[in-house]
Nanobody, 118 residues
Framework: QVRLVESGGGLVQAGGSLRLSCKAS???????????KAWYRQAPGKQRELVAS??????????EYADSVNGRFTISKDNAKKTIYLQMNNLKAEDTAVYYC??????WGQGTQVTVSS
């Protein structure tokens, strides 16, 4: 059974940092490696939005970001560990949301709550 398990969320003050992790279990390398990795978020009362994405064979330097997080968030991956990361710096109150990872073409994590206090 394939699972994506996020961790690293929590409560942080504005200006602080968090690092989210998303580990894929039960997913074979030929599915994890070539597919796009991404982080989404959903705030209360809002639609889920794409935060950051990188191609399966892509580099962190070539990742794409939502305008609202560009320059503050960094997506990365460790294929050997089948893990995706999202480093979030200079967090703002408007970054408060449930964050979801997406990988393997069609798999979603269960979400991890990030709350930024102002």
């Amino acid at each position: 059974q394939v699972r994506l398990v996020e961790s690293g969320g929590g409560l942080v003050q504005a200006g602080g940092s968090l690092r989210l992790s998303c580990k894929a279990s039960g997913m074979i390398t030929s599915v994890f490696n070539p597919n796009t990795k991404a982080w989404y978020r959903q705030a209360p009362g809002k639609q889920r939005e794409l935060v950051a994405s990188m191609l399966g064979g892509g580099r962190t330097e070539d990742a794409e970001y939502a305008d609202s997080v560009n320059g503050r968030f960094t997506i990365s991956k460790d294929n050997a560990k089948k893990t995706i990361y999202l480093q979030m710096n200079n967090l703002k109150a408007e970054d408060t949301a449930v964050y979801y990872c997406h990988a393997g073409g069609s798999y979603w994590g269960q979400g991890t709550q990030v709350t930024v206090s102002s």
